[in-house]
Each structure stands twice: as C-alpha cells, then as structure tokens.
C-alpha cells in the first residue's frame, strides 16, 4: 500500500512538471505568427523571409540561460546533421532561426561565437522576458523550439531539440 501511495504521488508530481513546460498558446498545424526582429549586425529580419522553401526549426533561447546552453551543442550537432539532407517540399532544405531572450547584444554574440551556433539567422529585439516574441509565441520558458515546415505551419513543438529529431527524419526524401 505504501509503494501504490509513493507511486501515485511520483505520477501526480511528473504529470504536473509536464503540464507547467507546455506551450498552449501555439498549437501544431496553426501558422507560425510573423516575427521582425534585427539579426545580430542590427540588420532588420522577418521570419516570413526565412522560412520560404525551408523547414526551419526555431529555437528560443538566451545566453543567460544555464539549461540552453548545455543544449546548444545538441542544436550544433541536429543543424549539422540536416542542413544539407533533402526535404519534402522545401527545396531549400533545412536551417535554424535562434531567438534570444537576452538583454544585451555582447552576451548573446559572444555566447553564439562560445557555442559554435554557426547557421546564419540569429534575431533579438534584446527585450528579455518582456521580447515580443515571448508574448507572440507564449514562451514561459526556455529552452524551446519548434519545427516549421516550408508551407509556414507549425510541425512541432519541444523543451528539448532532440524532440525535432522524428520529426525532421519524417520530412527527409
């Protein structure tokens, strides 16, 4: 009886870790929301220019961020093992679009340099939690990311960038 108690407190307690690291604001299948931010030279960027013909995953995340940065070497090795693979309908393949949640360009450009984050597009608009795309995208937390496809339309959601790989491999010709 003390094992079925322990037992249902342990699943109660995971079922609400999981439910409190859910995106709801964005749901799969919906469009990606438009995002205009400046890339890391100041150079203004929209999303929408990105994404034509590529499947994109989109990674929120920020140099401050202890548990991103440990991630960043699993993105590093998830862009190096697609970024040249063909897709189904993107025929521009595949790339990574980072969002930082920083509130200073040093920090973050020192951290995509320390971090080997070598895929072009990099936005910030450096407003931290109070960024637009915290609110446009319902980021509560970070690490996070998610996989658009080439039409736009949001694949998948993940707390982790292992959570693209199944679906990146159904994309794959």
Known sequence: MKKLLITLLLAG?????????????????QAA????????SGKDVKLSQVIKGKVVLLDFWASWCRPCRMANP????LYNRYKDKKFKNAKKGF???????DQ????????IQMDGLVWPDHMSDLGGWRSI????????F??????????G????????PDGAEADLQKLLK
């Open 74 to 77: 699993r993105v590093v090795a």
């Open 133 to 140: 795309v915290a609110d446009t995208y319902g980021i509560q």
């Open 95 to 101: 790339t990574i679009v980072s969002v930082s949640l």
């Open 13 to 29: 307690a995971v079922c609400t870790a999981q439910a409190q690291y859910e995106n709801t604001k964005i749901k799969v299948g």
């Open 142 to 151: 970070i690490p996070q990311s998610m996989l658009i496809g080439a039409d």
């Open 33 to 40: 929301p438009e995002l205009a931010m400046q890339d890391t």
């Open 104 to 111: 200073s360009k040093e920090p973050w450009l020192k951290a």
């Open 153 to 160: 339309k949001i694949i998948g959601k993940y707390t982790d």
